[in-house]
């Protein structure tokens, strides 16, 4: 439904209207790298289905506003990305990796680690929205880090970087997990004259600063709470 208003509200308006979609579009894919063109291969009943066939209508619902209303529509499919500001427990496994990494927890890796992903830094996505938006061009647009890593090597690198002693805890995998995922972006490269610069080397440990701020604010907070909690107990 909100896709749908403010598709509304863009036709309305006449604003150019961007749509962030999602990788997730391509389910487990067959083909690999995944282009533009490739359909998808997603279980429309799995556990997983909700999130994927919403942005698969998603895009649905804004072309149709393009053809039939010209709306100005962008559509971005966006890979795995991480940076500052992302929320400790967002489930999302970069996040999870480097917040374990930083509180001396076991990592933990989902089925043999085997299963690839692409990562992106944040500022590399940034841009490429705004090239997205600035262009004539409607999309889909890939935009992803086409390095690809396993879960297993995600985790060494998340160790290399904040904490060689980290172990990893092996548990059981979620069904429908995809076995691969790698954009292919030379259609943004050469439309959009865009592709990542930021290495997972060199954006973890900035990332991992500021996780390391996130968690000592978080625990101030929660010493206050705990105080004022103790104190006004104590008064009444």
């Not at 933990?108 to 590399?124: A, E, L, W």
């Not at 262009?135 to 970087?161: I, Q, R, S, W, Y």
């Not at 004022?228 to 009444?236: C, G, K, P, R, V």
């Amino acid at each position: 439904m909100g896709t749908l208003n403010m598709l509304g509200l863009a036709k309305r308006i006449g604003a150019r209207f961007l749509l962030t979609s999602t990788s997730e579009v391509y389910g487990d894919p067959l083909e690999h790298p995944q282009k533009e063109t490739y359909w998808g291969n997603v279980n429309p009943i799995g556990e997983r289905s909700c999130y994927d066939e919403g942005k698969r209508t998603a895009e649905t619902l804004a072309m149709d506003y393009h053809r039939g209303a010209e709306v100005e529509v962008r559509i971005a499919r966006i890979f795995n990305t991480y940076g500052p500001r992302m929320c400790l427990d967002d489930g999302r496994v970069v996040s999870n990796f480097v917040a374990q990494a930083i509180r001396k927890q076991p990592l933990t890796v989902y089925g043999d680690g085997k299963q690839t992903r692409s990562f992106q830094y944040v500022s590399d996505l940034v841009n490429g929205l705004v090239a997205l938006m600035e262009g004539e061009h409607v999309g889909p647009f890939n935009l992803g880090n086409p390095g690809e890593f396993t879960m297993l090597e995600l985790a060494e690198v998340v160790k290399e970087t904040i904490d060689p002693s980290a172990t990893i805890e092996f548990r059981a995998n979620t069904a429908d997990d995809p076995h691969k995922r790698k954009p292919d972006i030379s259609k943004a490269k050469s439309l959009l004259n865009w592709e990542p610069k930021v290495s997972l080397r060199e954006g973890l440990p900035l990332m991992e600063f500021d996780k390391s701020m996130l968690l000592v604010k978080r625990s101030v907070f929660s010493a206050r709470c705990f105080v004022f909690l103790t104190e006004h107990a104590s008064a009444t």
